[in-house]
C-alpha cells in the first residue's frame, strides 16, 4: 500500500507562487511514477505534470508548460510542484498519485493511489 500526501495550497494572487508538496511513503518510493492532477468545480480531473516511469523525463500539459515544474527529492520521498506565474484558471484541488505502470503518465486511470488532495485558489 502506498500514502501519499498533500500539502502547500492555498489562496494567492494573480502572478503569484506555491510550492506543492507530496510525501509518499509505503513503498519504495522509486517504484512508482508520480503525477500531479488538478479538478476545479463542475470539471473534470485533468493531468497537470508527471514523472516518466525512470524519473528522468517530466510531462506537463500545454498550458502550464513553463510556469510549473515538477521535482523530486528522493531522500525525502517526496515530490514536488513549483507553480510561478499563477492565473485564476490555476484554481482547482491539486492531487499527487501513483502509477505502478510505466505508461498512461497523462491517464487518470492509470494512477492506483491518491493523495486527498489540497486547495489552490488563485484571486485575479
Known amino acids: 500500500q502506498v500514502q501519499l500526501v498533500e500539502s502547500g495550497g492555498g489562496l494567492v494572487q494573480a502572478g503569484g507562487s506555491l510550492r506543492l508538496s507530496c510525501v509518499v511513503s509505503g513503498r519504495t518510493f522509486s517504484s512508482y511514477g508520480i503525477g500531479w492532477f488538478r479538478q476545479a468545480p463542475g470539471k473534470e480531473r485533468e493531468f497537470v505534470a508527471a514523472f516518466s516511469w525512470s524519473g528522468d523525463n517530466t510531462y506537463y500539459r500545454d498550458s502550464v508548460k513553463g510556469r510549473f515544474t515538477i521535482s523530486r527529492d528522493n531522500a525525502k520521498n517526496t515530490v514536488y510542484l513549483q507553480m510561478n506565474s499563477l492565473k485564476s484558471e490555476d484554481t482547482a484541488v491539486y492531487y499527487c498519485?501513483?502509477?505502478?505502470?510505466?505508461?498512461?503518465?497523462?491517464?487518470?486511470?492509470?494512477?492506483?493511489?491518491w493523495g486527498q488532495g489540497t486547495q489552490v485558489t488563485v484571486s485575479s
Open positions: 498519485a501513483a502509477r505502478d505502470r510505466n505508461y498512461g503518465y497523462s491517464d487518470s486511470r492509470h494512477y492506483a493511489y
